[in-house]
């Protein structure tokens, strides 16, 4: 699968409720693939998040329920402004 994901790499897509511009980043395949949350999956949860990184963009597109998440980890300080969408 993440070799299916880098092709969204360096693409951009707006999030319509918002207009704001969203950048795919080099790491995003590895991130969406070796998270601790995507290695706990099973069965049914595992299977629809791998059916879901097939509309990626889509799903940025109808994101909603902007929030702001402070990055605490060490690995997030070097990435963008830290603000999350939460998919509904």
Request: hydrophobic share 30%; aromatic share 12%; charged share 30%.
């Amino acid at each position: 699968m993440e070799k299916y994901l880098k092709k969204y790499v360096g693409k951009e897509y707006f999030v319509r409720e918002y207009n704001d511009k969203i950048s795919i980043a080099g790491d995003f395949p590895d991130e969406y693939t070796e998270s601790k949350y995507t290695k706990s999956l099973r069965g049914a949860f595992a299977k629809a998040k791998a059916n879901a990184s097939q509309i990626i963009g889509e799903l940025i597109s109808c994101a909603q329920n902007r929030r702001w998440i402070e990055n605490k980890k060490t690995k997030h300080q070097k990435d963008g402004i830290g603000m999350t969408y939460v998919l509904l």
